[in-house]
């Protein structure tokens, strides 16, 4: 994963990229922080989220970045899709400063009610809104 962070972070169109593990019991940490982590604990949701100047930037990096793809096909077995999709998307404005909770909230909005404004997901997206 460092090397996917890297190849992100030089990525023309990426504003902005976070990482970190949301423990069972709702506590999020830094990625680089996490162990020794505690026994008994139960098992960590790993999340990472970036923030990218288009839809076009985005699916340029995922599909034809140069660690992206190999990485993506080699975590493909190892992603527990049983609670639905875990990977989401939406609009906001430049300024706004998300947070990884606001994220996982997302995730959690298109798991119960699908593609929507709200969030969705790359094979479903939703228009941009138009600014104001």
């Known amino acids: 994963m460092p090397r996917v962070f890297a190849d992100a972070a030089s990525f023309e169109g990426l504003q902005f990229h976070r990482h970190g593990v949301r423990r069972p019991d709702g506590v999020w940490m830094p990625l680089d922080g996490i162990f020794p982590y505690p026994e008994g604990m139960g098992a960590p949701d790993v999340s990472t989220m970036g923030g990218w100047a ?29 609670a639905g999709p875990s990977f989401v998307m939406w609009w906001s404005p430049k300024e706004e400063k998300v947070t990884l909770e606001d994220g996982w909230q997302k995730l959690q909005h ?23």
Do not use: C, N, W
Request: proline fraction near 10%.
């Open 54 to 82: 288009s839809l076009e930037r985005l699916k340029e990096f995922s599909y034809s970045g140069r660690t992206h793809p190999p990485s993506m096909r080699r975590l493909a077995a190892e992603i527990d899709r049983s």
């Open 110 to 132: 298109l798991r119960e009610h699908g593609s929507t404004p709200e969030a969705f997901s790359l094979d479903d997206p939703m228009d941009q809104p138009v600014a104001a």
